[in-house]
């Protein structure tokens, strides 16, 4: 039998801490996931559907509002006696400056200081507004993660925005961007939680075994 195995559980979430410098990364050894992308992509929107945790991380209408690290650790249930932590990590939008030029520069090293100098890190999630093509600042950050041998999973956010069909051409549209295949393209929304237990068995696979 050929199965697809259970789906893991989370059975707790908290907010841990936030940073701005490696000083200040909690002392640590669980895994993390790290979420970037674009502001107002749906990034904390994510973590607060995959945690089932309204409110867990702040969203907002405004761009640009998260400007630290932000961790908050997850507990998943695997079995009946194995339980699990891990990290998701939220961090700052790029391509959105509030203050010009200067600021944005500072936002991404301090973006880019993270992603190549933590240690549990073990998944990076990029996501991609599915109703949009994707951008310069899109791409340009696709390629850095890959120069720099990080692992990369593109997640299409806001799926419920559009039908059935209208997701299938969007998604084609984005994965022929980037040039990877129609399976590396994860469609997810935060509104009906779809593409949840994809999410969560690419976690299990990547951080928890
Ligand atoms: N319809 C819909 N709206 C979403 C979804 N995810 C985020 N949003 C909305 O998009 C806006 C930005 O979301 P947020 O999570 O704060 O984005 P962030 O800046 O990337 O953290 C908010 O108004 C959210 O309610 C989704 O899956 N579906
Ligand atoms: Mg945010």
Redesign the pocket.
């Known amino acids: 039998m050929n199965e697809k195995e259970n789906t893991i559980n989370i059975v707790k979430a908290i907010y841990v801490a936030s940073a701005v410098k490696k000083d200040q990364y909690p002392e640590s050894v669980l895994p993390e996931v790290a979420f970037v992308?674009?502001?107002?992509?749906?990034?904390?929107?994510?973590i607060n559907s995959l945690s089932r945790h309204h409110g867990l991380?702040r969203?907002?209408?405004t761009?640009g509002?998260?400007q630290t690290i932000n961790y908050y650790e997850l507990t998943a249930k695997l079995n009946e006696t194995e339980r699990k932590p891990f990290h998701l990590v939220?961090l700052p939008?790029y391509g959105y400056a509030k203050t010009g030029q200067q600021n944005r520069k500072t936002w991404s090293n301090f973006i880019r200081e993270y992603l190549l100098k933590s240690e549990n890190l073990r998944l990076i999630c990029q996501?991609i507004d599915v109703r949009h093509a994707p951008m310069k600042s899109d791409f340009e950050t696709f390629a850095w993660l890959a120069e720099n041998d990080l692992p990369v999973l593109l997640i299409a956010?806001?799926?419920?925005?559009l039908s059935r069909n209208e997701l299938e051409k969007q998604a084609r549209i984005i994965t022929k961007a980037f040039g990877v295949e129609r399976e590396n393209l994860l469609c997810?929304?935060?509104?009906t939680h779809a593409g949840r237990s994809d999410l969560l068995d690419v976690i299990h696979e990547n951080l928890l075994q």
């Open positions: 992308g674009r502001s107002n992509v749906g990034k904390s929107s994510l991380a969203t907002s209408g761009p509002k998260t939220d939008g996501l956010t806001k799926c419920d925005k997810y929304s935060s509104v």
